[in-house]
């Protein structure tokens, strides 16, 4: 009896092809079993819910319609009462409004709207302007309107940025601008930058320190100054190179932009890093 040769390579690589397209097919097929499970699973929840709507629905209707004579009582309290109430209740509902009008209040938020949580509350001290900015971002990728923004700000502020928020006239806030810039003017003067530009000539590479983390570092540390010159970024990145064939190569070369150090100091990393 002949003895049954190896499959080739070709035949090999079509039947783990084979194998492979068998695999996603019933990959396929899992997935699509599943969404129909779950379309199923969606459906009989909102059978449910619409079936329990309709019970407390009838249940409500078929309710004893008599009043007893306790209820009657009180309802027909002394009137003496009701000239004061529409003052008292005019001022709940101002106090209940807040600083933003009916309209903004009234709107509804989406249905499935969750705040994000990625930001952390403004207490009064950092740039406003930036914080408006990040607020403003994070909620429009979110998919977000003028009067969500006005209605979610105040969930992301503490402390005297709070009380400031708290303390608005009320009704006069229709949209988010209107409450954005006074936000800006107010807290202006609480913008704290943990560097300014004389701190960078404090930033020296190590001694073991490679020129792309040294340059990494420097870099992270220049772009959270505001308006820094570029001249006094590329003075005080030269000055703090260490002596090397490097440093030697840049007081030669004496790049005048930022740009052709860069370009320099990219060759230098490839040669490092080779």
């Known amino acids: 009896m002949a003895e049954q040769l190896p499959p080739t390579p070709s035949k090999l690589l079509q039947m783990v092809t084979e194998l492979r397209q068998a695999n996603q097919c019933m990959a396929e097929e899992n997935q699509r079993m599943a969404n ?3 379309n199923l699973n969606n459906t009989r929840i909102e059978n449910n819910n619409d079936r329990q709507e ?3 629905e009838a249940e409500h209707q078929s309710g004893p319609t008599h009043v007893s004579e306790t209820a009657r009582q009180e309802e027909e309290q002394p009137e003496h009462n ?3 109430q529409p003052e008292d209740e005019d001022d709940n509902l101002e106090s209940s409004l807040g600083p933003f009008t009916a309209e903004v209040m009234n709107f509804l938020l989406p ?3 969750t705040l994000p949580t990625t930001l952390t509350p403004y207490d009064g001290l950092g ?3 930036k914080y408006i900015k990040k607020f403003t971002f994070i909620m429009i990728v979110n998919g977000v309107s003028d009067k969500v923004l006005c209605r979610c700000f105040s ?3 503490d402390g005297p940025a709070l009380d400031w928020f708290c303390s608005l006239p009320a009704g006069s806030i229709s949209r988010f601008r209107d409450l954005s810039k006074p936000f800006e003017e107010h807290f202006a003067r609480s913008a704290i930058y943990l560097h300014d530009s004389d701190y960078l000539n404090t930033i020296k590479q190590g001694h073991h320190e490679s020129l792309r983390d040294y340059m990494t570092r420097f870099t992270k540390i220049a772009m959270s100054i ?3 010159h570029p001249e006094v970024e590329l003075h005080a990145i030269k000055s703090g190179l260490r002596l090397g064939k490097f440093q030697e190569t840049i ?3 004496k790049p005048k932009t930022m740009a052709e150090f860069r370009e320099k100091a990219k060759c230098q990393i490839d040669i490092e890093e080779l």
């Open 226 to 228: 505001p308006d820094l």
């Open 251 to 253: 007081a030669i070369a």
């Open 36 to 38: 129909q499970i779950a």
């Open 54 to 56: 309709r019970t407390e």
């Open 82 to 84: 009701e000239e004061a």
């Open 111 to 113: 249905r499935r709207f």
């Open 127 to 129: 740039d406003p302007k």
């Open 155 to 157: 969930s992301y502020l």
